[in-house]
Protein backbone atom coordinates (compact mmCIF):
# COMPACT_ATOMS: atom_id res chain seq x y z
CA UNK A 1 0.00 0.00 0.00
CA UNK A 2 1.34 3.35 -1.12
CA UNK A 3 1.63 6.10 1.42
CA UNK A 4 0.81 8.83 -0.85
CA UNK A 5 -2.58 9.70 -0.19
CA UNK A 6 -3.51 8.90 3.27
CA UNK A 7 -2.16 10.18 6.19
CA UNK A 8 -0.52 7.45 9.25
CA UNK A 9 -3.46 6.72 10.86
CA UNK A 10 -5.14 5.25 8.06
CA UNK A 11 -2.05 3.72 7.42
CA UNK A 12 -0.92 1.87 10.54
CA UNK A 13 -3.00 -1.39 10.23
CA UNK A 14 -1.65 -2.42 6.78
CA UNK A 15 1.49 -0.50 5.75
CA UNK A 16 4.06 -2.23 4.79
CA UNK A 17 2.72 -5.84 5.09
CA UNK A 18 1.42 -7.67 2.48
CA UNK A 19 -1.39 -10.94 3.36
CA UNK A 20 -0.11 -12.94 1.02
CA UNK A 21 3.39 -13.37 3.12
CA UNK A 22 1.60 -15.46 5.39
CA UNK A 23 -1.37 -17.44 4.15
CA UNK A 24 -3.27 -14.21 3.48
CA UNK A 25 -3.39 -13.23 7.16
CA UNK A 26 -4.66 -10.02 8.00
CA UNK A 27 -2.18 -9.20 10.38
CA UNK A 28 1.39 -9.55 10.30
CA UNK A 29 2.10 -12.27 12.21
CA UNK A 30 5.26 -12.57 14.78
CA UNK A 31 8.26 -13.86 12.82
CA UNK A 32 10.00 -15.09 15.96
CA UNK A 33 12.67 -16.39 14.64
CA UNK A 34 16.55 -15.90 14.96
CA UNK A 35 18.13 -16.71 11.23
CA UNK A 36 16.14 -16.82 7.80
CA UNK A 37 16.88 -19.78 4.97
CA UNK A 38 18.59 -18.60 1.72
CA UNK A 39 17.22 -20.33 -1.48
CA UNK A 40 20.95 -20.62 -2.86
CA UNK A 41 24.49 -19.42 -1.82
CA UNK A 42 24.32 -16.61 -4.74
CA UNK A 43 21.67 -15.20 -3.11
CA UNK A 44 23.14 -15.05 0.39
CA UNK A 45 26.00 -13.76 -1.01
CA UNK A 46 23.88 -10.84 -2.54
CA UNK A 47 22.35 -10.37 0.55
CA UNK A 48 25.55 -10.19 2.72
CA UNK A 49 27.31 -7.36 -0.08
CA UNK A 50 23.95 -5.66 0.24
CA UNK A 51 23.70 -5.62 4.34
CA UNK A 52 27.68 -4.69 4.62
CA UNK A 53 28.19 -1.97 1.82
CA UNK A 54 30.15 -3.91 -0.30
CA UNK A 55 27.73 -3.02 -3.32
CA UNK A 56 24.98 -0.85 -4.05
CA UNK A 57 21.14 -1.99 -4.13
CA UNK A 58 20.41 -1.61 -7.53
CA UNK A 59 17.27 0.12 -8.79
CA UNK A 60 14.18 -2.18 -8.24
CA UNK A 61 16.47 -4.57 -5.83
CA UNK A 62 14.29 -5.23 -2.42
CA UNK A 63 16.08 -3.94 0.91
CA UNK A 64 18.61 -6.19 1.86
CA UNK A 65 17.01 -10.35 2.01
CA UNK A 66 16.98 -11.35 5.03
CA UNK A 67 19.84 -12.73 6.62
CA UNK A 68 19.28 -12.87 10.57
CA UNK A 69 17.13 -11.08 13.47
CA UNK A 70 20.11 -8.74 14.60
CA UNK A 71 20.32 -7.29 10.89
CA UNK A 72 16.76 -7.18 9.98
CA UNK A 73 13.28 -9.00 10.99
CA UNK A 74 9.76 -8.34 9.22
CA UNK A 75 8.31 -7.58 12.38
CA UNK A 76 11.07 -4.93 13.17
CA UNK A 77 11.35 -3.74 9.44
CA UNK A 78 7.50 -3.39 9.48
CA UNK A 79 7.01 -1.50 12.67
CA UNK A 80 10.25 0.94 11.89
CA UNK A 81 8.43 1.67 8.16
CA UNK A 82 5.15 2.71 10.29
CA UNK A 83 7.12 5.10 12.61
CA UNK A 84 8.63 7.18 10.21
CA UNK A 85 5.48 7.55 8.89
CA UNK A 86 4.63 10.10 11.56
CA UNK A 87 7.67 11.43 11.56
CA UNK A 88 7.67 11.64 7.40
CA UNK A 89 10.80 10.51 7.97
CA UNK A 90 13.26 8.46 5.42
CA UNK A 91 13.72 5.86 7.91
CA UNK A 92 13.50 4.65 11.42
CA UNK A 93 15.82 2.70 13.38
CA UNK A 94 14.01 0.88 16.47
CA UNK A 95 15.59 -0.22 19.59
CA UNK A 96 15.05 -2.56 22.88
CA UNK A 97 14.85 0.55 24.87
CA UNK A 98 14.92 4.40 24.97
CA UNK A 99 17.86 4.79 26.36
CA UNK A 100 19.41 2.78 23.45
CA UNK A 101 17.81 4.39 21.07
CA UNK A 102 19.64 7.84 22.50
CA UNK A 103 23.62 6.34 23.67
CA UNK A 104 23.12 5.07 19.92
CA UNK A 105 23.21 8.56 18.22
CA UNK A 106 25.48 9.89 20.85
CA UNK A 107 28.25 6.91 20.48
CA UNK A 108 27.87 7.47 16.36
CA UNK A 109 28.49 10.83 16.16
CA UNK A 110 30.77 11.87 18.80
CA UNK A 111 34.34 10.84 19.29
CA UNK A 112 36.70 11.31 22.37
CA UNK A 113 37.79 15.29 22.52
CA UNK A 114 34.03 16.25 21.35
CA UNK A 115 31.78 18.48 22.95
CA UNK A 116 27.91 17.57 22.79
CA UNK A 117 25.40 20.72 23.71
CA UNK A 118 22.71 18.96 26.56
CA UNK A 119 19.44 20.66 27.44
CA UNK A 120 18.75 20.49 31.14
CA UNK A 121 16.48 19.72 32.54
CA UNK A 122 16.64 16.40 30.85
CA UNK A 123 15.86 12.70 31.44
CA UNK A 124 17.92 11.43 34.38
CA UNK A 125 19.13 8.29 32.54
CA UNK A 126 20.36 10.38 29.37
CA UNK A 127 21.53 12.94 32.36
CA UNK A 128 23.76 10.15 33.64
CA UNK A 129 25.36 8.91 30.79
CA UNK A 130 26.42 12.11 29.26
CA UNK A 131 27.56 13.20 32.60
CA UNK A 132 29.15 9.75 33.93
CA UNK A 133 29.69 7.93 30.52
CA UNK A 134 30.66 9.57 27.90
CA UNK A 135 33.27 11.85 30.21
CA UNK A 136 35.54 7.98 30.67
CA UNK A 137 35.23 8.38 26.59
CA UNK A 138 37.31 12.57 27.27
CA UNK A 139 33.54 13.54 25.68
CA UNK A 140 32.99 16.44 27.08
CA UNK A 141 29.46 18.11 27.57
CA UNK A 142 28.03 21.92 28.10
CA UNK A 143 24.94 22.85 29.61
CA UNK A 144 22.24 25.29 28.28
CA UNK A 145 19.07 26.13 29.78
CA UNK A 146 15.69 27.15 28.74
CA UNK A 147 16.26 31.01 29.59
CA UNK A 148 19.69 31.03 27.38
CA UNK A 149 19.72 32.37 24.18
CA UNK A 150 21.54 31.65 21.07
CA UNK A 151 24.09 33.97 22.25
CA UNK A 152 24.66 32.81 25.58
CA UNK A 153 25.05 29.47 24.60
CA UNK A 154 27.66 30.80 22.43
CA UNK A 155 29.10 32.63 24.79
CA UNK A 156 29.77 29.20 27.30
CA UNK A 157 31.02 27.26 24.34
CA UNK A 158 33.67 29.85 23.56
CA UNK A 159 34.10 30.24 27.54
CA UNK A 160 35.25 26.09 26.84
CA UNK A 161 37.38 26.81 23.65
CA UNK A 162 35.08 24.50 22.29
CA UNK A 163 33.86 26.60 18.83
CA UNK A 164 35.28 23.87 16.84
CA UNK A 165 34.74 20.68 18.85
CA UNK A 166 30.57 20.36 19.04
CA UNK A 167 29.89 17.44 16.94
CA UNK A 168 25.93 16.97 18.49
CA UNK A 169 23.43 19.52 19.73
CA UNK A 170 21.08 17.53 21.57
CA UNK A 171 17.82 18.59 23.33
CA UNK A 172 14.66 17.22 25.06
CA UNK A 173 11.13 19.21 24.64
CA UNK A 174 9.26 19.85 26.64
CA UNK A 175 11.87 18.86 29.27
CA UNK A 176 10.48 16.67 31.82
CA UNK A 177 9.46 17.47 34.81
CA UNK A 178 8.05 20.88 34.14
CA UNK A 179 7.37 21.45 30.74
CA UNK A 180 10.05 23.55 29.93
CA UNK A 181 10.48 24.53 26.03
CA UNK A 182 13.56 24.66 23.93
CA UNK A 183 13.65 26.75 20.42
CA UNK A 184 14.11 23.60 17.78
CA UNK A 185 14.63 26.15 15.30
CA UNK A 186 17.59 28.33 17.14
CA UNK A 187 19.68 25.22 17.69
CA UNK A 188 18.66 24.36 14.01
CA UNK A 189 20.53 27.71 13.74
CA UNK A 190 23.11 27.14 15.81
CA UNK A 191 23.94 23.88 14.31
CA UNK A 192 24.44 25.59 11.00
CA UNK A 193 26.88 28.32 12.54
CA UNK A 194 28.90 25.99 14.60
CA UNK A 195 29.17 23.62 11.21
CA UNK A 196 31.87 24.39 8.16
CA UNK A 197 33.15 21.92 5.56
CA UNK A 198 33.49 18.62 6.51
CA UNK A 199 32.43 19.69 10.39
CA UNK A 200 29.17 18.87 10.29
CA UNK A 201 27.02 19.10 13.67
CA UNK A 202 23.82 17.33 14.08
CA UNK A 203 20.83 18.06 16.17
CA UNK A 204 18.68 15.46 17.74
CA UNK A 205 15.27 15.75 19.85
CA UNK A 206 13.98 13.49 22.51
CA UNK A 207 10.32 13.64 21.42
CA UNK A 208 9.28 11.18 23.81
CA UNK A 209 7.32 14.01 25.58
CA UNK A 210 4.99 15.56 22.64
CA UNK A 211 5.94 12.95 19.41
CA UNK A 212 4.99 11.96 17.09
CA UNK A 213 2.01 13.04 16.95
CA UNK A 214 1.98 16.89 18.45
CA UNK A 215 6.01 17.60 17.61
CA UNK A 216 7.49 17.44 14.13
CA UNK A 217 11.36 17.96 14.70
CA UNK A 218 12.42 17.10 11.46
CA UNK A 219 10.05 19.18 9.59
CA UNK A 220 11.69 21.98 12.14
CA UNK A 221 14.99 21.01 10.30
CA UNK A 222 16.78 18.69 13.21
CA UNK A 223 18.75 15.37 11.69
CA UNK A 224 17.08 13.09 14.29
CA UNK A 225 13.67 12.13 16.51
CA UNK A 226 14.34 10.09 19.01
CA UNK A 227 11.34 8.13 21.09
CA UNK A 228 11.22 5.87 24.39
CA UNK A 229 8.64 4.08 22.69
CA UNK A 230 7.59 2.82 26.13
CA UNK A 231 5.64 5.86 26.57
CA UNK A 232 2.68 7.23 24.01
CA UNK A 233 4.40 4.62 20.95
CA UNK A 234 3.85 1.29 23.37
CA UNK A 235 1.50 3.33 25.40
CA UNK A 236 0.02 1.04 27.50
CA UNK A 237 2.92 -0.01 30.27
CA UNK A 238 4.01 -3.60 29.21
CA UNK A 239 6.86 -2.74 26.69
CA UNK A 240 10.27 -1.16 26.86
CA UNK A 241 11.28 -0.31 23.17
CA UNK A 242 12.97 2.91 21.68
CA UNK A 243 13.22 4.50 18.08
CA UNK A 244 15.39 6.93 16.06
CA UNK A 245 14.03 8.57 12.76
CA UNK A 246 15.89 10.72 10.17
CA UNK A 247 17.55 11.07 7.07
CA UNK A 248 18.80 7.62 4.93
CA UNK A 249 22.39 8.45 5.17
CA UNK A 250 22.31 8.96 8.62
CA UNK A 251 19.98 6.20 9.39
CA UNK A 252 22.50 3.74 7.96
CA UNK A 253 24.86 5.09 10.18
CA UNK A 254 22.71 4.49 13.33
CA UNK A 255 21.36 0.81 11.77
CA UNK A 256 24.69 0.44 11.27
CA UNK A 257 26.39 0.57 14.77
CA UNK A 258 23.22 -1.32 16.16
CA UNK A 259 24.13 -4.43 14.58
CA UNK A 260 27.58 -4.33 15.89
CA UNK A 261 25.74 -2.86 19.59
CA UNK A 262 22.99 -5.78 18.92
CA UNK A 263 20.32 -3.51 20.89
CA UNK A 264 17.66 -3.80 18.30
CA UNK A 265 13.93 -4.53 19.39
CA UNK A 266 12.95 -7.96 19.03
CA UNK A 267 10.11 -9.33 17.20
CA UNK A 268 7.82 -9.50 19.93
CA UNK A 269 8.30 -5.93 21.38
CA UNK A 270 7.75 -4.44 17.43
CA UNK A 271 4.74 -6.92 16.85
CA UNK A 272 3.58 -5.12 20.08
CA UNK A 273 4.33 -1.41 18.66
CA UNK A 274 2.49 -2.50 15.78
CA UNK A 275 -0.99 -2.93 17.81
CA UNK A 276 -0.12 0.29 19.68
CA UNK A 277 0.50 2.43 16.75
CA UNK A 278 -3.27 1.68 15.64
CA UNK A 279 -4.65 3.39 18.22
CA UNK A 280 -1.75 5.91 19.06
CA UNK A 281 -3.90 8.98 17.74
CA UNK A 282 -7.14 8.19 19.34
CA UNK A 283 -5.11 7.41 22.57
CA UNK A 284 -2.76 10.89 22.61
CA UNK A 285 -5.79 12.88 21.14
CA UNK A 286 -8.34 11.45 24.62
CA UNK A 287 -5.38 12.38 26.52
CA UNK A 288 -4.64 15.06 25.59
CA UNK A 289 -8.69 16.21 26.24
CA UNK A 290 -8.42 14.75 29.74
CA UNK A 291 -5.42 17.14 30.80
CA UNK A 292 -6.86 19.83 29.18
CA UNK A 293 -10.07 18.87 31.67
CA UNK A 294 -7.79 18.03 34.57
CA UNK A 295 -5.85 21.14 34.12
CA UNK A 296 -8.75 23.59 34.40
CA UNK A 297 -9.51 21.55 37.76
CA UNK A 298 -6.44 22.28 39.25
CA UNK A 299 -5.73 25.75 38.30
CA UNK A 300 -9.15 26.34 40.46
CA UNK A 301 -8.02 24.44 43.17
CA UNK A 302 -6.79 26.09 46.80
CA UNK A 303 -4.24 23.30 47.37
CA UNK A 304 -2.57 23.60 44.23
CA UNK A 305 0.24 26.55 43.62
CA UNK A 306 2.52 26.98 40.64
CA UNK A 307 1.20 24.82 37.31
CA UNK A 308 3.15 23.21 34.63
CA UNK A 309 0.56 22.77 31.74
CA UNK A 310 1.47 23.84 28.18
CA UNK A 311 -2.56 25.13 28.05
CA UNK A 312 -1.92 27.34 30.49
CA UNK A 313 0.80 29.42 28.57
CA UNK A 314 -0.65 32.99 27.63
CA UNK A 315 0.97 35.75 25.37
CA UNK A 316 1.79 36.82 28.81
CA UNK A 317 4.34 34.72 28.46
CA UNK A 318 7.10 35.64 25.90
CA UNK A 319 9.34 33.55 23.81
CA UNK A 320 7.35 30.45 25.83
CA UNK A 321 4.45 31.58 24.40
CA UNK A 322 6.17 32.08 21.13
CA UNK A 323 8.05 28.80 20.95
CA UNK A 324 4.76 26.77 21.72
CA UNK A 325 2.69 28.40 19.28
CA UNK A 326 5.17 27.76 16.54
CA UNK A 327 6.52 23.86 17.76
CA UNK A 328 3.21 22.18 19.05
CA UNK A 329 0.21 21.52 17.83
CA UNK A 330 -1.51 20.73 21.07
CA UNK A 331 -0.38 21.77 24.93
CA UNK A 332 0.02 17.49 25.27
CA UNK A 333 -1.03 15.37 28.38
CA UNK A 334 1.88 15.69 30.41
CA UNK A 335 1.22 18.26 33.63
CA UNK A 336 3.49 18.93 36.98
CA UNK A 337 2.04 21.54 39.47
CA UNK A 338 3.08 21.77 43.22
CA UNK A 339 1.39 21.03 45.84
CA UNK A 340 0.57 24.12 48.65
CA UNK A 341 3.42 23.08 51.30
CA UNK A 342 6.36 20.81 51.18
CA UNK A 343 7.52 17.01 50.52
CA UNK A 344 5.52 15.27 53.19
CA UNK A 345 1.86 16.97 51.80
CA UNK A 346 3.19 15.91 47.77
CA UNK A 347 3.52 12.10 49.14
CA UNK A 348 -0.23 12.94 51.31
CA UNK A 349 -1.49 13.63 48.02
CA UNK A 350 0.63 10.80 45.88
CA UNK A 351 -0.58 8.01 48.32
CA UNK A 352 -4.43 9.30 48.34
CA UNK A 353 -4.53 8.81 45.33
CA UNK A 354 -6.95 5.46 44.00
CA UNK A 355 -7.85 5.75 40.55
CA UNK A 356 -4.57 7.43 38.90
CA UNK A 357 -1.24 5.11 39.98
CA UNK A 358 1.90 6.20 41.81
CA UNK A 359 3.91 5.19 39.15
CA UNK A 360 7.39 6.57 36.67
CA UNK A 361 6.94 6.16 33.14
CA UNK A 362 4.19 8.41 31.16
CA UNK A 363 1.95 8.49 27.95
CA UNK A 364 0.22 5.08 28.67
CA UNK A 365 -4.04 4.58 28.81
CA UNK A 366 -3.70 4.45 32.39
CA UNK A 367 -2.63 7.86 34.68
CA UNK A 368 0.27 7.98 36.73
CA UNK A 369 1.23 10.54 39.37
CA UNK A 370 5.10 10.56 40.99
CA UNK A 371 7.51 12.92 42.28
CA UNK A 372 10.19 13.81 40.37
CA UNK A 373 12.22 15.18 43.00
CA UNK A 374 13.30 11.84 45.03
CA UNK A 375 12.02 9.43 42.12
CA UNK A 376 12.78 9.98 38.24
CA UNK A 377 15.05 13.13 39.06
CA UNK A 378 15.97 11.72 42.68
CA UNK A 379 19.99 11.79 40.98
CA UNK A 380 20.02 15.74 39.66
CA UNK A 381 22.40 17.91 41.39
CA UNK A 382 20.47 19.60 44.74
CA UNK A 383 21.36 22.94 43.41
CA UNK A 384 20.41 22.17 40.09
CA UNK A 385 17.00 20.66 41.09
CA UNK A 386 16.48 24.07 42.80
CA UNK A 387 17.61 26.28 39.66
CA UNK A 388 14.98 24.31 37.32
CA UNK A 389 12.18 24.04 39.68
CA UNK A 390 12.00 20.58 40.89
CA UNK A 391 10.69 21.39 44.49
CA UNK A 392 9.88 19.18 46.91
CA UNK A 393 6.51 19.95 46.35
CA UNK A 394 6.25 19.15 42.73
CA UNK A 395 4.03 16.46 41.20
CA UNK A 396 3.72 14.85 37.79
CA UNK A 397 0.69 13.64 36.30
CA UNK A 398 0.11 11.63 32.88
CA UNK A 399 -2.95 11.47 31.72
CA UNK A 400 -4.71 8.79 30.74
CA UNK A 401 -7.94 7.26 28.61
CA UNK A 402 -9.67 7.41 32.36
CA UNK A 403 -13.69 9.38 31.94
CA UNK A 404 -12.24 12.89 33.00
CA UNK A 405 -15.15 12.89 35.90
CA UNK A 406 -13.82 10.04 37.32
CA UNK A 407 -10.20 11.26 37.40
CA UNK A 408 -11.06 14.75 38.57
CA UNK A 409 -12.54 13.09 41.65
CA UNK A 410 -9.94 10.84 42.13
CA UNK A 411 -7.42 13.77 42.32
CA UNK A 412 -10.17 15.87 44.28
CA UNK A 413 -10.49 13.17 47.10
CA UNK A 414 -6.27 12.56 47.19
CA UNK A 415 -6.13 16.83 47.46
CA UNK A 416 -8.59 16.69 50.39
CA UNK A 417 -6.27 14.38 52.62
CA UNK A 418 -3.30 16.73 52.69
C1 LIG B 1 11.46 7.14 29.51
C2 LIG B 1 12.27 8.16 28.81
C3 LIG B 1 13.52 7.85 28.25
C4 LIG B 1 14.15 6.46 28.40
O1 LIG B 1 13.43 5.50 27.72
P1 LIG B 1 13.40 3.92 28.12
O2 LIG B 1 12.46 3.35 27.15
O3 LIG B 1 12.94 3.84 29.55
O4 LIG B 1 14.79 3.43 27.98
C5 LIG B 1 14.20 8.83 27.57
N1 LIG B 1 13.70 10.08 27.44
C6 LIG B 1 12.51 10.43 27.97
C7 LIG B 1 12.00 11.81 27.80
C8 LIG B 1 11.76 9.48 28.66
O5 LIG B 1 10.59 9.84 29.21
Given at each position: MSKKNYSPESL???????PEWSEGAIKCP????STFVFKTAEEGKSFFEIAYGIREREA?????????SRLNNPDIEILENRIALWDNADDCASFESGMSAITTVMLEYLAPGDFILASSPSYGGTDHFIKHFLVKMNIHHIEYFPWDSQEDILKRIDAAGARDKVKLIFTET?????NDLFDIAMLVDLGKKLSHGEHVVKVAVD?????????RPLEMGADFSIY??????????DVIAGAVCGRQDDMIRIKTLRTFLGNMAGPWTAWLLMRSLETLKIRMEQQARNAAEVAEFLNN?????KMHYL???????GHAYEIYKRQYTSPGAMLSFQIVGGEAEAFRFLNGLKLCKLAVSLGSTESLAEHP?????????PELKAKIGITPNLVRLSVGVENAADLIDDLNQALALV
Open positions: MMSYGYTIYQTGEKIPGLIYPANPTNTYMGPLWQSATKYIGGHSHPKVGGNLTPADGTMTHAGVD
